[in-house]
């Protein structure tokens, strides 16, 4: 599970209540009218901006969100290596019974184009062209909370006009004078719920994907790197080495180190 998300927006949701309830009365900031103004607005026009296909994904979403990281590339550089070393050892034909207990389909697809000895550069080719196919699928699902994030304070302030508008009908009563600020402060308040919305969730839930999208990107761009230098036949430890090169520092010492 990956608390940082759960931690982050609970975090500040807390701190944003935390400040208004120390400076003055909570109460000030409950507006229902406002909450179905700026949520039910935003998701509004979010359904109208998307097909139902990307609306349905929304689930997944959070479940990524949540279950943290799942790609772990110093695992998959080490079954790189194992299987270079069987290639080299026993010839190509000798992976096909190790591919049958590989769960993850791109690296199953990736080892069965070497195996049926396609051409390097149209495997290269294949692999890189269903990356990008994915990166843009990420790149959407991550631009539907950032056009939310858009359309929030939009909403927001469509609120405030409205409690605007108003409060400025209202001053033609006899009390309308004196409640200015209270009129005035119930239209502000939709802004801020729109603001919030938007920065305290919406946005960190599109940087979050992003972050999820590179750590998948990294993942098979070492297994593309892998699979083809199995098929030219590259030295184990020089492959655990080019392999190591994409983690970062601390990780290639660690893996490095590894006897294996």
Known sequence: MDLT?????LLGIFLIIQGVVSSGDINNFIDIPSVIIVIGGTFASVIASYPFHILKEVPKHFKILIMGKHFKPEKIIDQLVEFAKIARQDGM????EKIQNIEDPFFKQSLLLVIDALE???????????????????????????????????????????????????????????SLGANMSVALVTTFYGCVLANVILLPIAKKLRVRN?????YRQIIVEGVLAIQAGDNPKFLKEKLTSYLAQKKQVKLLSDPQ
Do not use: C, W
């Open 5 to 9: 998300t759960i931690i982050g927006l």
């Open 93 to 96: 034909l000798a992976l096909e």
């Open 120 to 178: 390097e550069e149209k495997i290269q080719e294949l692999l890189e062209s269903e990356m990008e196919t994915l990166s843009a699928r990420h790149e959407e699902a991550a631009g539907l909370y950032e056009k939310a994030s858009a359309y929030a304070p939009a909403f927001g302030m469509i609120g405030t006009l409205v409690g605007l508008i108003n409060m400025l009908a209202a001053m033609n009563g006899e009390d309308g004078a004196d």
């Open 214 to 218: 590179e750590e998948e990107l990294l």
